[in-house]
């Protein structure tokens, strides 16, 4: 069975500062990972997605993620957080191995950026 | 604008009632999805169709049903309600089934049984 950890409830960070948002992952066979935002009384956003390839991803809004197999992680980064990025962001992974298996979300994270 | 049109936006209905949601997936996808989104249980995945079929099955109730039609659109039963169905209920579409296709979600029906 595939798993999603997002081990922070929240993760407060001050306007300018880099921020980063942790996953760690479980599926028996090779992940797909995906980062989504989202805000208040809003749908889900894709911020970006994690396939094949090089291990950096880059996404919406300056968002970066790092896929790190050895660990299972994949944390979701930004050089310099904006207030405008406090929202709720969720991991989620998908078995590439798997078609008729659903994208599982973790708990999902609450950012929180001060200016 | 993610281009999955999802109705009603909110939707008030009491306990014992019977509600439809429905859903518009974007242009082009052939594959629907219904997730469940409340403060205790998270996101939790209901139900997948493609291309008029199911696909695979989430933590869906009994109580609950859904179908997808030729023309691609979704829909979401919730029968016999209870106090703890009241959740914002998403509905996603992506191109095909791969896995590896990026999911877009509409902005949800917010459902509250009184």
């Known amino acids: 069975a595939q798993s999603v950890a997002q081990p922070e409830d929240q993760v407060n960070v001050a306007e300018g500062n880099p921020l980063t948002v942790k996953c760690t992952y479980s599926?028996?066979?090779?992940?797909?990972l995906f980062w989504y935002v989202q805000y208040p009384n809003r749908g889900l956003q894709f911020l970006l997605k994690?396939?094949?390839?090089?291990?950096l991803v880059k996404g919406s809004y300056g968002f970066e993620a790092e896929f790190n197999k050895s660990q299972t992680s994949f944390h979701l980064k930004k050089p310099s957080a904006l207030v405008s990025d406090s929202a709720l962001y969720f991991c989620?992974?998908?078995?590439?191995?798997?078609?008729?298996?659903?994208?599982?979300f973790g708990k999902g994270t609450t950012l929180s950026v001060s200016s | 604008d993610s281009g999955v049109t999802q109705t009603p936006k909110h939707l008030i209905t009491a306990t014992g009632q019977r509600v439809t949601l429905r859903c518009s997936p974007r242009?082009?996808?052939?594959?629907v999805y219904w997730y469940q989104q409340s403060l205790d249980q998270g996101l939790q995945f209901l139900i997948q169709?493609?291309?008029?079929?199911?696909?695979a099955k989430g933590n869906i109730l009994e109580r609950f049903s859904a179908q997808q039609f030729p023309d691609l659109h979704s829909e979401l039963n919730l029968s016999s309600l209870e106090l703890g169905d009241s959740a914002l209920y998403f509905c996603?579409?992506?191109?095909?089934?791969?896995?590896?296709?990026?999911?877009?979600f509409g902005e949800g029906s917010w459902l509250t049984v009184v």
């Open positions: 996603a579409s992506s191109v095909r089934q791969t896995p590896g296709n990026t999911i877009y």
């Open positions: 599926v028996s066979g090779n992940p797909y």
């Open positions: 994690y396939i094949t390839g090089d291990n």
């Open positions: 989620a992974v998908r078995d590439s191995n798997q078609a008729g298996t659903a994208l599982i």
């Open positions: 242009s082009g996808d052939l594959s």
């Open positions: 169709y493609y291309n008029g079929e199911e696909r």
